[in-house]
């Protein structure tokens, strides 16, 4: 199933209880879905837009544009095959609380389900561990996220590739980043299965 909408600013029309919100950004079919924590840590307060006017959206957003993700990076990046949302939408004072971010998971859990990437790149402990609790079998208990960088986990229907938070980044991580993502668009990394053999037709029946 094709999502058809031409909304690139919350194509779903979220409405999170709150003033202000960076809404998911992108291709509403995209098969790479990049999640961040909340506006404070990764930008987008000011712009809207996930990633942005911030250190370290800027530098994901070069490492993004290098790997053939972004077409243009800025305050309204031009997307390839790809879509930006937060865990926690709302721009918070200071730190959300686990309240607020319980608070804000139907929010996300509906549009990653909406947009059902094959590829999910958490950015950051927060994102990495939440999708690897729900998204995965792999215990995240005790993350260790230079190791995790840019790896390849099988999830339930994603594959994950974790991403170290950009301001922690050393000298190689945008490298082994571009480098990895590189090597994944390379092979058909769609969790897909053909089942149009058991139907009518000579139509494609792909199910995740």
Known sequence: MRNVTDRVSNPFGMDPPCERFVPGYGDANAHFHVVGDHPGVHGGAETGVPFTGHPAGRRLQRALHDAGLLRTTGDEPTVENTFLSYLHTCVPEGTPTEEEYAAMEPFFDAELRAIAAHVLLPVGERATRHVLETCTAHD?????????????????????????????????????????????????YRRETDLGRFIAGNEPYLVR
Do not use: N
């Open 140 to 188: 995240a208990t005790d993350l260790d996220l230079s190791a995790l960088h840019a790896t390849e986990l099988l999830g339930s229907g994603w594959l994950v590739m974790p991403v170290r938070d950009p301001t922690a980044w050393e000298s190689d991580d945008a490298g082994r980043l571009v480098d990895a993502i590189d090597r994944l668009r390379s092979t058909d």
